[in-house]
């Protein structure tokens, strides 16, 4: 199933926070990719070893990002959110480096690689702009590296459910202090480095302290800032509006 270009746009709140946009510039990004398509629960749109033409961009519902390792054992290594850009490690590869499965219902619009290195010469500050997004990837992930196996797992649950308050809050997807988390204990373990009994464990822990409550698959933060002081790191904020930019597109 497809919905025609237009009925839904692409969330661009993630690079809204790194300058003020340009209508001109809202309106490319929100047009870049081709009819949006509605993925379903379960469904993979993308498997490692796929050769690609393109990406894709997230505009609704929970993805996953797995590898298959040699044991056969797959891992989910991120999960995706709306205004996340899915597969672009695979730009610098021959075949796709990740499966891409959709965790509930999830709507996403195909990039051709061409139409997207066109933004160098039409649009530089969108294509600096998706180089900024990446970066911010690339930040993630070595963050996620320096935790694991060097923080405790309360300290790697409450960074993980902080971080998901802040990216679920710019996109209305957190009320009050919860939010809808449709994820098992053993994709939560893939993603933080331990089992699901641990997870399990944790969350009980957390539970009991008064930190967090459960209910059915929402979680609520029932004290924010005493989760965010056992997070091992700081929230990283992206610069606004560096002056390497290049001009804004009129």
């Known amino acids: 199933m497809s919905w025609k270009?237009?009925?839904m746009t692409y969330p661009i709140h993630r690079f809204r926070a790194f300058c003020n946009l340009t209508p001109a510039e809202e309106n490319i990004?929100?047009?870049l990719g081709d009819a949006a398509i509605?993925?379903?629960r379960g469904e993979t749109f993308q498997r490692e070893g796929d050769v690609l033409g393109g990406f894709h961009l997230h505009m609704r519902g929970w993805i996953s990002s797995s590898i298959v390792l040699r044991s056969g054992n797959r891992l989910v290594q991120k999960v995706h959110l709306p205004g996340d850009i899915l597969g672009t490690p695979s730009m610098v590869l021959p075949r796709a480096a990740d499966t891409l499965t959709a965790i509930t219902e999830a709507v996403t619009a195909f990039v051709p690689y061409e139409r997207f290195g066109q933004l160098f010469t039409s649009a530089p500050r969108l294509a600096a702009l998706f180089t900024v997004a990446v970066q911010m990837e690339r930040l993630v992930l070595m963050d996620s590296l320096a935790v694991t196996g060097n923080a405790s797992a309360r300290e790697q649950l409450a960074r993980f459910l902080v971080d998901l308050y802040a990216r679920l809050s710019p996109i209305g997807m957190v009320q009050g202090d919860s939010f809808h988390i449709p994820l098992t204990?053993?994709?939560?373990g893939d993603l933080?480095?331990?089992t699901a009994v641990h997870v399990n464990r944790t969350i009980r822990g957390m539970e009991a302290d008064r930190l967090i409550a459960r209910e059915s698959h929402r979680i609520h933060l029932l004290n924010l800032p005493a989760l965010?002081?056992?997070s091992p790191l700081p929230p990283r904020k992206p610069q606004f509006e560096p002056a390497w930019l290049?001009?804004?597109l009129a």
């Open 228 to 230: 965010r002081d056992i």
């Open 192 to 194: 933080l480095g331990l």
């Open 246 to 248: 290049p001009p804004a």
């Open 38 to 40: 509605v993925r379903r």
């Open 5 to 7: 270009k237009g009925t």
């Open 29 to 31: 990004l929100e047009t």
């Open 185 to 188: 204990q053993e994709v939560m």
